[in-house]
């Protein structure tokens, strides 16, 4: 399982300009397409979910579709 951040807050310990979840889904797209065996990835899990609106559900998705189309 890999946690995705969501988290608007920002802090010395969570940079919101480079830690986000497109960012992160990009990440996990590219690490996916070089490693050898992503089938040791059982999922994802975007935390905190809960802070997310529908605008950003609705920029991230396309991303999430992509995971595993290759």
Request: aromatic share 12%.
């Amino acid at each position: 399982m890999i946690g995705l951040p969501a988290s608007e807050e920002w802090t010395p310990s969570h940079q919101t300009a480079v830690e986000y979840l497109e960012n992160a889904l990009y990440g996990v797209l590219v690490g996916l397409a070089q490693s050898d065996r992503p089938d040791v990835i059982d999922g994802f899990a975007v935390y905190p979910y809960w802070e997310m609106d529908g605008e950003e559900w609705g920029r991230s998705i396309p991303s999430f579709k992509r995971i595993g189309n290759d």
